[in-house]
């Protein structure tokens, strides 16, 4: 007999399955592919946006990481004048540059937050609907438990972000703009100095703007990446595949976390982002697919990085 599942407000039910995880075709990180199960679970039909950040905001008085000046004694060998609430803006460059340094694209902005995305001369307006951005991880991590839900797993993540499909380039097919449609807020052009604007939207673009995926679920790829709990690795476990082996509900550990290549000695927490954003470009970062991922610190927060909740079913004790 099968039992109808209430479904919550703003939310769609993913089913529990098997899937392939990962890709072997790109970038290394996402290998190898490999079998993994997840049980069904609901989550957020769109990314949370500045309205409900606002909502949060406004009941619980919630200070986000950006907004607080930075405590010296987590930053040894900080100048003091270096020490300020901010975060990190995208500013496009004026021509070709150095794709191997980021700085190039990136500043960090005093005064830039949620509600101030460009620094302190900017503001919300008109953009209630879109994804809210500058969020940390513990931002996201307080938002969820607010809300009453949690942050997705890296594997639960892509299950879903696949909406059914198998075997595909993207997560709704092999052709990346079908008939010459833009299916996600993403980059055309020459990354970071030339944006066509093929799709309509230099940076963040309302939610829903998109068609959905077979879940129903908006802005999977693109517009803003989505924190998940995961700790980084540089690639998937290697384990070799037998049926009675594959993982269910696979989530990664603090034994994951990895050291920043360049300074060996100093460990970096970062955790996995998934999905892309409106800054990922055919000459850039082609991570606008479903087995893609990033690594991002926890203790910063950016431009284009934002967040989604699900909700897990509750099981019996086994």
């Known amino acids: 007999m099968e039992v109808e599942i209430a479904c919550p407000s703003g939310m769609v039910f993913v089913p529990g399955g098997t899937f392939r995880m990962g890709s072997d075709a790109h970038y290394q990180e996402e290998a190898p592919a490999h079998q993994v199960k997840v049980d069904g679970f609901f989550i957020d039909r769109t990314p949370v946006t500045n309205r409900q950040f606002k909502e949060f905001v406004k009941a619980t008085g919630y200070v986000t990481l950006a907004e607080r000046v930075p405590d010296a004694n987590d930053y040894p060998g900080a100048l003091p004048h270096m020490l300020f609430a901010g975060s990190l803006v995208f500013r496009k460059a004026a021509g070709p540059v150095d794709l191997r340094n980021p700085t190039e694209w990136w500043d960090f902005v005093q005064g830039a937050n949620w509600k101030r995305p460009l620094g302190p001369r900017s503001g919300l307006f008109k953009k209630d609907n879109h994804p809210v951005v500058h969020v940390a991880y513990e931002d996201a991590r307080a938002y969820a438990e607010w809300a009453g839900k949690e942050l997705p797993t890296e594997a639960e993540w892509e299950h879903a972000a696949w909406g059914g499909v198998e075997?595909?380039?993207?997560?709704?097919?092999?052709?990346?703009?079908?008939?010459?449609?833009?299916?996600?807020?993403?980059?055309?052009?020459?990354?970071?100095?030339?944006?066509?604007?093929?799709?309509?939207?230099?940076?963040t673009s309302p939610v829903g703007t998109y068609p959905p995926n077979g879940y129903g679920l908006h802005d999977m790829i693109g517009n803003v990446w989505e924190w998940t709990i995961d700790w980084w690795s540089g690639r998937h476990p290697d384990k070799e595949e037998k049926s009675c082996c594959i993982p269910q509900n696979p989530r990664g550990g603090p034994e994951n976390a990895s050291f920043d290549e360049r300074q060996p000695s100093i460990l970096i927490p970062r955790k996995v982002v998934k999905g892309g954003s409106h800054l990922c470009a055919p000459n850039y970062c082609r991570r606008y697919r479903p087995a893609a991922r990033h690594a991002q610190p926890v203790d910063t927060s950016m431009s284009h990085v934002g967040f989604r909740c699900i909700k897990r079913l509750e099981r019996a004790p086994s």
């Open 167 to 203: 075997g595909a380039e993207y997560a709704w097919g092999d052709e990346f703009a079908p008939g010459g449609k833009q299916m996600a807020n993403t980059w055309q052009g020459e990354f970071p100095y030339q944006n066509l604007l093929d799709d309509g939207f230099e940076r």
